[in-house]
């Protein structure tokens, strides 16, 4: 089952403690198609400028991904600057610069409309909503958002999330968007806002996944090296709705499992910068890092 995706389509310049990278593929859609590619068909709406690389598209396309929906614009591309600190959970923006997403006014292709599983990847909710009023009759609706939308479009995103079943987003943006410090409350609250299931990004931490009476926690894959976390949350949601798409089963048992295959597809993007881990990656690797999960959770019953 493909998945429709919409969000940002960027050129990403990024400081870490580790080195730096400037104007490189980035973009909450490019993660995210990048990485459940690995699991089902994508397509995928975004606007790109004229400065965009011909050389970017046929990554893409070699995974792939239906770019039917992905229109060019005069202008530039979007942009986004951050710098990472030792504490690799937290991104400092430093610069977003919004270009032809300025003036983007979504236009599904016809076969697009008829998308069952949709992910609204981080963008302006305006846009999130826009897309999500072109689908017919989708079963699957998941989010993702951040501060920056958050803090600039607070209604527009309580409306989009009046809509979606799943938000994906991090554990300091729950916090701000329920206007509550403590994580369990605050997840209750934003269920309140609409989606049945929330799942906690926590970086270095794992996930944390709320429905309705169940918590479930996962851990991060432990690496030695985590060079560049950006993308890490898209890259997450990628192989968590792929795999749920590829599926077709929403039950919990299944949502547990796609937390771990999102897990696995982040610890990967982490190891380098844009998607130059994810470009090199096969499935024995990916099930390899499911199995070294599985193992480290793996614990006796008390009396076994
Ligand atoms: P994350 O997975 O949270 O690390 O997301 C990183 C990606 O989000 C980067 O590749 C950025 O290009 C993209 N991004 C940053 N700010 C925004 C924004 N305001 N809207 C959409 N995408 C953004």
């Not at 990967?268 to 199995?291: A, G, N, P, W």
Request: charged residues 25%.
């Amino acid at each position: 089952m493909s998945i429709l995706v919409v969000g940002s389509v960027a050129f990403d310049s990024v400081t870490t403690p580790f080195g730096e990278a400037d104007d490189v593929l980035g973009g909450s859609a490019s993660y995210f198609s990048t990485s459940a590619s690995f699991f089902t068909d994508v397509q995928l709406v975004a606007v790109i400028g004229e400065d965009f690389p011909q050389q970017h598209i046929d990554f893409l396309t070699s995974r792939n991904i239906d770019l039917s929906g992905l229109q060019t614009s005069p202008g530039k591309t979007f942009r986004w600057k951050g710098r990472y600190e030792y504490d690799l959970n937290e991104a400092h923006t430093l610069d977003t610069q919004l270009n032809v997403f300025e003036s983007f006014k979504p236009q599904l292709p016809e076969n697009f409309r008829d998308a069952e599983y949709v992910f609204l990847a981080n963008i302006d909710p305006e846009l999130q909503l826009d897309v999500l009023q072109q689908v017919r009759n989708p079963k699957f609706i998941a989010c993702d958002t951040m501060n920056f939308w958050i803090d600039g479009k607070r209604e527009e995103l309580i409306r989009t999330l009046g809509k979606v079943d799943i938000l994906i987003i991090n554990e300091a943006e729950v916090r701000q968007l329920a206007e509550e410090p403590n994580l369990i409350k605050a997840a209750q609250i934003v269920r309140g806002f609409g989606p049945r299931t929330l799942v906690v990004k926590r970086g270095e931490y794992g996930i944390l996944m709320f429905s309705e009476g169940s918590t479930f926690a996962a851990p991060a894959y432990p690496l030695d090296e985590v060079f560049d976390p950006t993308g890490a949350g898209d890259t997450f949601a990628g192989g968590f709705v792929g795999y749920l798409a590829a599926t077709r089963n929403l039950d919990e048992a299944n949502m547990r499992k796609a937390t771990v295959f999102g897990t696995v597809m982040a610890s990967f993007t982490v190891e380098k910068f844009s998607l130059d881990r994810l470009k090199e990656l096969d499935h024995r690797d990916i099930s390899d890092r499911y199995r070294k999960i599985k193992l480290l959770t793996d614990f006796a019953d008390l009396d076994g």
